[in-house]
């Protein structure tokens, strides 16, 4: 059994690590410090220089997410006096999604508050999440956005009343308008009444969606009915040449790696419990992956796994860098990751729904992994069906060593590979 005082003293710690990390400019995501100085920042001053002039222009800018983070900063943020005190707001912000995660935590796996932060604490060391605080980028305020939305979606088993389910609907739109692909929250919900034949819900949510989507429309139509970046013959169509369902199948085995490698802590944890191996039908399903992935790779399909320098997530860079760009490990580890997600389509109908709410992350053209930091781990403690004998597993004390053991392993790996190697 872990004190109190210990745990109190490492989460003190772990607070420390994340504040040297601002002081000393973190940046282990590599593009961060260029994204902020090229992108977020310029379009911040311009926005508040003249609102409607860059909102008309937004796309010389070369920014591909929405300008939602950028209005709010521009009129909502008083320390954009300065690049470094606009940063430290940001960091300092980031660690609101700490408290609600873990809250959310708590009420829903039944452990005490200290044990609810413990888990928590995990995205202090998350690599992209640390970067992304200390250079003031979009994707922390989506994170933050994102888990109100959660926090008052699973709230409305308690109590379905017309303003939560408002107040649902615009911090999940305020999130998709932050980060686009968070669209996946609002395609869930719409989902879930559907299928669960809640017709009322089905109902206010469409209608504060449309009422929500109108400056979504609007920016459609003033940027010529897509989004784009740059201008003239630099000029890109978005969603016709970055963001397009085409690129489902290619990235499917992408996302499935991406998915285990967040999930592992979770599955070693599992496997102590039951002490028992994968049954036959996961041995079949995974089988029939793994044949069916090297057939493709021997007609070639996958070669493009070999000269994909942008993105790819931690595991395919990793093979990369260790094992000679062998792709057949790559693709048995995929093939791993693919009878996870099966697994878990077998619970529960809301993990199908959830599943197949996140296709729309294999829609670019690169995948990165900060797409899904921390993400993933968001969703498996929120939204996730498992086996209910398993919610009490997060009360062991030797559980959460496991889990903080893992991502701090992948920080300290991550750390030395971009300052390194």
């Known amino acids: ?23 000393f400019r973190e940046n282990i995501a590599g593009g961060a410090e260029n ?8 379009l911040i001053l311009s926005f508040k220089d003249n609102f409607f002039l860059t909102l008309k222009n937004y796309a010389i800018f070369g920014e591909g997410s929405p300008p939602m983070f950028h209005i709010l900063n521009a009129y909502l943020n008083p ?20 408290f609600i995660f873990s809250n959310i935590i708590q009420e829903r796996f039944k452990i005490n508050k200290i044990d ?13 999440f640390r970067s992304s605080s200390y250079w003031g980028l979009t994707e922390n305020i989506g994170w933050l956005f994102l888990l109100i939305s959660i926090k008052l979606f699973l709230d409305l088993k308690k109590k379905n009343s017309i303003s939560r389910i408002f107040f649902l609907t615009l911090f999940s739109s305020l ?22 034949k ?27 009915g897509s989004a784009f970046i740059g201008t003239g013959e630099q000029k890109i169509n978005l969603f016709q040449e970055f963001h397009n369902p085409k690129f489902i199948l290619k990235n499917l085995v992408i996302f499935s790696s991406i998915f285990l490698f967040y999930l592992i802590p979770i599955e070693i944890i599992f496997f102590l419990k039951e002490k028992k191996f994968p049954n036959p039908k996961s041995v079949i399903i995974f089988l029939f992956f793994l044949l069916t992935l090297l057939l493709l790779n021997h007609f070639d399909y996958f070669d493009y796994l070999k000269d994909q320098n942008l993105g790819g997530g931690v595991i395919l860079k990793t093979i990369k860098l260790f094992f000679n760009n062998q792709i057949t490990i790559f693709l048995m580890i995929s093939a791993i990751g693919l009878t996870l997600i099966i697994k878990y389509l077998m619970i529960s109908k809301s993990n199908n729904i959830l599943f197949f709410s996140l296709l729309i992350y294999c829609f670019p053209k690169f995948i990165f992994q900060e797409y899904f930091e921390p993400l993933m781990i968001i969703l498996f403690f929120s939204l996730f069906d498992f086996k209910h004998k ?8 030797k559980n959460i060593i496991i ?6 392993t992948y920080f300290c790996g991550a750390f030395f590979y971009r300052y390194f190697l």
């Open 175 to 196: 999130a998709l308008y932050t980060r686009p692909y968070l669209v996946f929250f609002p395609i869930f919900l719409i989902l879930v009444s559907l299928i669960n």
């Open 35 to 42: 994204d902020f100085t090229n992108l977020t920042w310029p």
């Open 116 to 128: 609810s932060y413990l888990y928590g604490s995990i995205f202090l060391i998350l690599p992209f």
């Open 198 to 224: 809640n017709l009322d819900l089905f109902k206010k949510l469409s209608f504060f969606y449309i009422l929500l989507a109108l400056p979504g429309f609007y920016l459609l139509y003033l940027w010529g």
């Open 403 to 408: 889990f903080i053991s893992y991502f701090f």
């Open 390 to 397: 398993n919610l009490f597993l997060f009360q062991n004390n």
């Open 79 to 98: 320390f954009t006096y300065s690049q470094i005190a606009f940063q430290g707001s940001i960091t300092s912000l980031s660690l609101l999604n700490i």
């Open 1 to 23: 059994m872990i004190s109190k005082n210990i745990k109190y003293t490492y989460l003190f710690i772990l607070l420390q690590i994340y504040l040297i990390g601002f002081f």
